[in-house]
């Protein structure tokens, strides 16, 4: 079954190619809103889905790109595993191909790696309707370029993922989650000093209000901590940092107004733009309600080492990720033309010219 869809989405690409007909990627369709809307065809890949292979003592997962994220959690969650960097659904019909493809990480992505750090391999389908493979199954396994890992953050733009290799985790033995009265100023430092300690921390979020801390671990590990720490317990935390934060459903996400995701040093002072802030990430990443203009936001970015995406509504048919140094761009329009010279794959998904 595997063979005959990889065989059909290369007879596709084959088609488009010869009739320089562009193809927009489409799978659960959960994560559309991100990047810009790309053009084209549709392609649907939601049906190569199915886990290829799972060994959980190796702790390595094969799933094809258009595998349902709930299938893969629910397996790994039978053996007591999980995917370390917790990515966000968005949807029920979220998959694991455009995760992967959008680069996604949740909570825990300060303290366990991001989506990109655990991608072993990928089989790929290119612009020349070619199969290849990059990376494989173990955790050292590229002599050269890791282009495996390309593939995260790409949205698409390189090629059609038909499988995806990752490495998955133990879940922790204990999980619990204290909630501070802090203010956003004095959490960012409060952080800061918490990252010099050696403690069990797999999130932190400052809400507007409050600041959430979660600790992971052995169940002395996280007494201990959550000794030291001080704060009230939350007894829904799983619900808190599932719903509330990962999959953006607390009040703060709600709304109409520009949601920005603001990328920076965890102990970078905020500088002044109006509307509201959400910390997560222990302060790294910042989310952003505001008006304000894109320039304006993108330079208060640039100026604290960060960068600044628009992430949910506002204008999207210009830059909605933070404009490329011309070397750098360079270097993407290169790595494009080896992946799909034609610019067949989700034209506009990235940048308005390709």
Known sequence: MSADLTRELQERVAEAAAAGTRLAIVGGGSKAFLGRTAQGTPLNVAGHSGVVSYEPRELVLTARAGTPLREIEGLLAEQGQMLPFEPPHFGENATLGGTIACGLSGPRRPYAGSARDHVLGVRLLNGRAEVLRFGGEVMKNVAGYDLSRLQAGGFGTLGVMLDVSLKVV???AEEITLVQERGAADSLAYLTELARKPLPLSAACHDGAKLYL????AATAVAQSRALLGGDLLTDGAVFWRDKVKDQQHAFFVGEAPLWRLSLPPAAPWCE?????????????????SEAPAEAIRQCAAAAGGHATLFRGGDRSGEVFQPLPPAMLGLHRRLKHA???????????????W
């Open 339 to 353: 992946f799909d010279p034609q610019g067949l794959f989700n034209p506009g998904r990235l940048y308005p010219d």
């Open 273 to 289: 733009l109006p509307g509201k802030v959400f910390l997560d990430w222990g302060g790294a990443q910042r989310w952003l309600r």
């Open 170 to 172: 133990p879940r922790p």
């Open 214 to 217: 979660r600790l992971s671990g």
